[in-house]
């Protein structure tokens, strides 16, 4: 199974911060605890509040944004996500059907507007406070996800540079062929499997279906075979069917058999294969074949008049 993971994340200085940050939150915990409790409520025990409330939802963030890895499979025909705390907790999980998918977009970099101190846990308050997820999603029923968080928490320096923009976009062209290609996949199962239905129809049913599609691509694909000819009109059968996988049939554009088969007396009483899958197929003389698809284009001349 082929996961494809967001590993453009600084993991270990998220940790850190978040543990600086929960030491810097117990001190102005303590500090608004004292002032509160001795009644001497004044505007430093406002700042100590604010600045509380402000640590503790970014470290809420971190937790569940920042430190978390992120990945999607396929599996059962979904797109699955994850985001997994510690490879173990999953804090987030959506399946989404691959083919309601619509499109896959990337909503591009945006550097935070902080100084890029790594080292100052403070600047984390900015980047946890809003966490950017960059990756888009839209289904075809106008719902939207957002998936894998996209952050630099020290754009100004080189050093320890975990974030890479282009490995940022390789991770976002491999989930989108991801996607493409199971989607193309699943679209081509569906493909074959109607076909199937189709030739393991009743006989009649599949004789008119190839009859029209003889006249509705204007083409057609004849093999001979022993004493009669088997003839097909299914070009999309032809190519991705097994059941049709060695049989070397001939082309023809359909006026081209018309004149050369249809249309010469040696052949009007040659048997023909229609609608075969394999087992059996529908048996007819060249002679009764022009007939029937005459009929069918006779039909549809009077409909247009």
């Known amino acids: 199974m082929k996961k494809i993971k967001n590993k453009n994340q600084a993991y270990v200085l998220y940790i850190l911060a978040i543990i600086c940050l929960l030491i810097l939150n117990f001190i102005m915990l303590i500090f608004f605890i004292d002032d509160f409790y001795r009644a001497d409520i004044t505007i430093f025990t406002l700042v100590f509040g604010v600045f509380f409330y402000f640590i503790t939802r970014a470290i809420i963030n971190g937790v569940l944004y920042f430190v978390p890895r992120e990945e999607c499979y396929v599996e059962d025909s979904n797109l699955i996500y994850k985001r997994i705390l510690f490879s173990k907790f999953i804090l987030k999980e959506i399946k989404i059907s691959l083919l309601d998918i619509q ?41 939207k996800y957002k998936i894998f968080v996209d952050a630099n928490p020290y754009p100004n320096t080189k050093f320890l540079s975990y974030h890479d923009d282009d490995n940022f976009i390789k991770n976002y062209n491999d989930l989108k062929e991801l996607i493409i290609n199971e989607q193309n996949k699943i679209l081509f199962s569906q493909k074959v499997e109607n076909l199937m239905d189709k030739y393991n129809s009743l006989l009649e049913e599949r004789y008119s279906y190839i009859i029209n599609k003889i006249v509705d691509e204007e083409k ?34 359909f006026y081209v058999f018309y004149i050369n088969y249809l249309s010469k007396k040696e052949y009007e009483n040659k048997k023909v294969l229609v609608g075969y899958n394999g087992t059996d197929g529908k048996e007819v003389t060249m002679s009764e074949l022009k007939e029937d698809i005459n009929e069918i284009r006779d039909s549809r001349s009077m409909f247009k008049k």
Not at 116 to 142: Q, V
Not at 224 to 245: P, Q, V
């Open 103 to 143: 499109n896959i977009l990337d909503r591009g970099y945006k550097i935070p507007t902080t100084n890029g101190d790594y080292l100052n846990p403070l600047n984390y308050i900015i980047i946890f406070f809003k966490p950017y997820e960059r990756i888009l999603i839209e289904m075809k029923s106008g719902e």
């Open 220 to 253: 057609l694909f004849i093999l001979k075979k022993d004493d009669y000819y088997i003839i097909n009109g299914d070009s999309e059968a032809i190519k991705n069917l097994e059941i049709f996988k060695d049989m070397n049939f001939e082309e023809l554009d």
